[in-house]
C-alpha cells in the first residue's frame, strides 16, 4: 500500500509540473491518478478497514473512521480538479495545494499508525492471503472520466 501511495503521489506530481506546459501531458497524469486514488480507497474501505474493523471492534470512533471521512474530502477535491480540466482550466493551484495537503497527512497516518495496526490484527499467513487475494481479485476503475 504504501509502494502505491508513492506511485500515485508521482503522479499527482507529474500532473502539477505539466499543467502549464503540455496541458494534453498533464491529463494523461492526471487521469490515472484519480482513477488509482478512487482504487486504493476502495481497496482500504472494502478490504482492509472492515478486517480492521472486525478484529478491534473499532468502527465508529476509530482510526477508520477518520481515514473514511478524509477519503470522502480527497474524493471531492479529485472530482473539483477533474471538472476544471474538463472544461480545459487548468489553474488548480488551490485545489492541488490543499489535496497535497491532505494527502501528505493521510498516508502518513496510514502508513505510520493504521497500517502498522492492520498488520498486527492481520498477523497470520491465511490473513494477509486473504487480504492479497482480495486486492489482486478487485476490479479497477475503468474510466477515470477525463476527456483526452
Request: proline share 3%; aromatic share 8%.
Amino acid at each position: 500500500m504504501q509502494s502505491d501511495h508513492k506511485r500515485l503521489d508521482d503522479l499527482f506530481e507529474m500532473f502539477q509540473e505539466r499543467k502549464d506546459t503540455d496541458q494534453g501531458e498533464a491529463r494523461r497524469n492526471f487521469c490515472p491518478f484519480r482513477r488509482g486514488l478512487f482504487t486504493h480507497i476502495t481497496w482500504e474501505e472494502e478490504i482492509l478497514f472492515p478486517i480492521f474493523e472486525e478484529r478491534t471492534g473499532m468502527k465508529d470512533n476509530g482510526p477508520t473512521f477518520v481515514m473514511r471521512a478524509e477519503h470522502r474530502e480527497i474524493r471531492d477535491l479529485l472530482n473539483r480538479i477533474r471538472e476544471k480540466i474538463k472544461a480545459g482550466d487548468f489553474a488548480t493551484e488551490k485545489m492541488d495545494g490543499a489535496l497535497d495537503v491532505l494527502l501528505r497527512s493521510h498516508n502518513d497516518k496510514e502508513e505510520n499508525v493504521l497500517y502498522p495496526w492492520i498488520d498486527k490484527v492481520a498477523e497470520n499467513a491465511k490473513d494477509q492471503k486473504k487480504i492479497f487475494d482480495a486486492i489482486r481479485e478487485m476490479t479497477p476503475h475503468n474510466t477515470c472520466g477525463c476527456s483526452h
